[in-house]
């Protein structure tokens, strides 16, 4: 099968998945503000957070029992590199309201001025940290 | 009802997550190394997500609202500024340094790999960072 169709296939999933959540629930699916504000005082209003969040920890999980070759990799980087990234993650898109599916499918989605310029300030500064990792 | 349905939002997510590859951070790296053996899959991923949405968000926010006269919550600033650019920016770092981005964090948790916790850990305390120091 070509390499390309399988990555397309998961994208229209992912398209259909937040075709859910803003037809369902009015929501745009940004998961680093769902889980951020989550974060917060419990409230009836953000108890959808929870589902989503348990959604999303669990779909996978279940898809692995069927397609296990799907997380057949290594994970490429050690102890280091996952909690300096971590934290910039963490604080980077809470800074900057979104990350690749709030912003990136989402938001270029409504055609989004502050979503695209997101979409592309990470995506080149990503560019940037790789380059710059690979020289050590 | 709307729990049952962001649920199933996350869900749906995950397994498009995994399908497409997006949970692998080699996948990430690569789409980000351009200097070294360059791996577009992200964007077919994007571009399948970005498809499907374009024409549902297009139709739902035509009509102004969801399912059973579901209220839409969209994103209400419109300009670029410094916040927005310079988040964006230091989540691309930490993007490029681990190759994981918030959703794959959490569709990767039941690998239980110690690295990927600890960047989930470390990604949690960023979130936490930024809202203790922010004024709202």
Partial sequence: ??????????????GLATTTLLYFNGKITGISGILGSSLKKPTPEIYWKYTFIFGLISGSLIFSFFYPQFFNYEIPMGMTAAVIGGLFVGYGTRLGSGCTSGHGVCGISRFSKRSLVATLTFMISGMIAVAVVKLF | MKLFFSFISGFIFSIGLSISGMVDPNRIIGFL????????????????????NVVTFYFIMKKGQGYDSCELDLPVKKDVDKKLVIGSALFGI????????????????????????AFFLSMISGMLIYQLTSES
């Fill in chain 2, 94 to 117: 930490g993007w490029g340094i681990f190759g994981v981005c918030p959703g794959p964090a959490l569709a990767n948790l039941f690998l239980l790999n110690a690295n990927m916790i």
């Fill in chain 1, 1 to 14: 099968m070509e390499s390309w169709i399988l990555p397309l296939f998961g994208g229209v999933i992912i």
């Fill in chain 2, 33 to 52: 190394d351009i200097f070294g053996k360059w791996d577009p899959t992200l964007l077919f991923v994007m571009g399948g997500a970005v498809m499907v």
